[in-house]
Structure formats: structure tokens, C-alpha cells
């Protein structure tokens, strides 16, 4: 995703509650409906045609209906190496691991994005070393992910599911990656048009691991159920266009501190609604890491700036 512009109007506070809220919900809302369009559809298919739809849609819009330029060599590269760590490591691991693990288990671990961010921070040349409230957040977040994943005599029962826990951490890695890359790389002016390229690129990587798996071979339409499709629109709709566009558009008009606390609140809404509409379990366990998860994460995203 583009950096954010110095030089914007200040938008008025309902337009702010309104994206904030759309961030912090519908993002939440997307692993219950990950959960529900894999019951009948193959998981990397599902997302590859999912992006490449919403993709087209943005890339088209952005360029025929905003006006951006037409992107250049270096902004395809870039863009396709942020779209490739974005959404075939992070967003296709998740995909994949809800196979093994439930939406509210996923989305705790995939909190823990804002811990290998600032690590990837402050090890890449030139990095920001981190303030001890930072490591202390890092401490937290890591100790709630053992916890989580860790011996079931801890709290008794509902251990996760090891290498469905293990490719969502791989995921929130990538995922990661893909944003502090994102953040020095040459792309598009236009966070439309660079949030659709990314999608484009993305959703490709995600079919050709489809196919190289079989996956459309043994895909069969009349088997998709109708909860399963309305996932996957709803997945389309709100959670690639409308919630990334309100995501970047927070982004260019609000400080990337504050922005992140998507990362914290995505979690809780995911387990509620996990549990709310999907019978997930939930058990003690899940409850003390969600505290110390979030706990973590509160003080990484909140601690002060520094000047880069």
C-alpha cells in the first residue's frame, strides 16, 4: 500500500467513525465468512478468483473512472511483490489454515501482525530499534500466542490445531513483510489503483497455486452451498473493496498509530461472531489470550512514533 500523503484536507469526525468502524467490523467479519465460503469452495481457488475479481473491479475504476496514470514496469513489480506477501502469505495461510483451526483462533494469531512488523522495523537497514514499551508489547503478544497454541493441561482443553496455528503465524510474517516493503517500494500515487494492482497480482499467485494443487479439477459448481457463496460475495464486496478502500483512505487522513488498532479489534469481533453464528468454542484458554494478545498488541500500536 501507498505511503500515506502528508498534505490532506481534515476529514470530519463522522466520516472518520464511519471508516473506523467499517475497518474494525467488517475486517473482523471477514474470517467468519472465510470460514463459510471454505465449506463447499476449495480455499486457494475461493481467494485467487476473489481477488482477481475485486482486483479488476478497483483497477478498472481507478484508471477509467478516477483518472490515474497508467502504472509503469517498476510500480508492477512493486506492487506484485506486495501483493504476492500480502495476499498469497498472508491472506491465502489464513485461507488455508481454517481448514484446521477455528475463524476466532485465526484472527488471535493473526494479531500478532504488529509484532513481526516492528521487528521486520527495526532489522531492515536504516531501521528504528524499538522503545521498551514496544518490547514489551512484543512480549505479551508472543507469550499469548504460546499460551494459545501451548500444553492442553494449561486451562484445560481447546488446544489449536499445531500446523493450522504455525501457517498463521507464516501468514501474519508475510503479511508483515509485504507492509514495511510497501512503505519504501515505488507505487502508484493513486491508493486505489495500487490497492487494485496488489489484488490483481495476488489473486494470480493464489489461482496458480490453485491449479498446481488440482483444485479446479475437482471443483464442482452444483456442490457449492448457498451460505458459501454468500460468504465468498461478502468477502468481494466488503471485505476487499469497501473495508481495504476505507483501510486506505485511514491511512492518507489519520496516523498509522491509530489505523492499527485494527489489528486488536479484529480479533474480538471475530471470536464473538465465531462463537455468535458459527459454534465455535469458547473456552478459557482462548479468553487469557485474547487478553494478553491484545494487551501486547495495545502497547506496540500505541506507543509513540518516531520520526523516520
Known sequence: MSTPSASQASPSQLA?????????VVWG???????????????????????????ALLYAWSRFVGGAPRPGG???????????????GGNGLVVWSEQRIPSGVAALLVGTVPC????????????HKPSGRVVLGLVL??????????????????????IGAVAVVFASFSWAAGSIY???APMPSSPSLSTGMQMLAGGGALLAVSVALGEPAEFTLAAVSLRSLLGFLYLIVFGS????????????????????????????VAVLLGWAFANEAL??????????????????????????
Not at 470460514?35 to 482477481?52: K, S
Not at 478502500?245 to 479484529?266: K, M
Open 16 to 24: 472518520l467513525f464511519v471508516a473506523f468502524a467499517i475497518v474494525y
Open 29 to 55: 467479519s471477514t474470517y467468519l465468512a472465510i470460514l463459510f465460503a471454505i465449506e463447499t469452495l476449495p480455499p486457494f481457488l475461493m481467494a485467487g478468483v476473489r481477488f482477481l475479481f475485486a482486483g
Open 74 to 88: 517498476a510500480q508492477w513489480r512493486a506492487t506484485g511483490i506486495v501483493g504476492t506477501l500480502l495476499l498469497l
Open 116 to 127: 513481526f512488523m516492528v521487528l521486520l522495523d527495526w532489522l531492515r537497514p536504516g531501521g
Open 141 to 162: 503478544g508472543l507469550s499469548g500466542l504460546a499460551w494459545l497454541v501451548g500444553p492442553d493441561s494449561l486451562l484445560g482443553g481447546g488446544r489449536a490445531d499445531v
Open 182 to 184: 510497501s512503505r519504501h
Open 241 to 268: 473493496i469497501l473495508a481495504f478502500s476505507a483501510y486506505i483512505w485511514l491511512l492518507q487522513v489519520s496516523t498509522p498509530a491509530r489505523v492499527s488498532t485494527y489489528a486488536y479489534v479484529n480479533p474480538v
Open 283 to 308: 473456552t478459557p484458554r482462548m479468553l487469557v489470550a485474547a487478553a494478553v494478545i491484545v494487551s501486547g498488541v495495545a502497547l506496540i500500536t500505541l506507543s509513540p512514533r518516531r520520526a523516520e
